[in-house]
């Protein structure tokens, strides 16, 4: 987990990917200031990394609230 800062940015991207079966979203953020990329199989994926990486919470905790939704 990265220190507490004041600010952060990442640059997002949002794709859509289909599979014999099924179409979902895929996501990938890049870290605008140090270019370090992270891609996610679904948006809930991304959602939990954020709310893990900068709510201060818990990840369990960030994680049950995710699958409450």
Do not use: H
């Given at each position: 987990?990265?220190?507490?800062?004041?600010?952060?940015?990442?640059?997002l991207?949002?794709?859509?990917?289909?599979s014999a079966?099924?179409?979902?979203?895929?996501?990938?953020?890049?870290?605008?200031?140090?270019?370090?990329?992270?891609?996610?199989?679904?948006?809930?994926?991304?959602?939990?990394?954020?709310?893990?990486?900068?709510?201060?919470?818990?990840?369990?905790i960030?994680?049950?609230?995710?699958?409450?939704?």
């Open positions: 987990m990265q220190p507490n800062p004041s600010y952060v940015s990442y640059l991207r949002l794709r859509r990917a289909q079966t099924a179409t979902r979203w895929v996501a990938s953020v890049q870290n605008t200031a140090t270019g370090e990329m992270l891609s996610f199989p679904s948006a809930e994926a991304l959602v939990r990394f954020l709310l893990a990486e900068y709510d201060q919470r818990p990840a369990d960030c994680e049950a609230e995710m699958a409450a939704t």
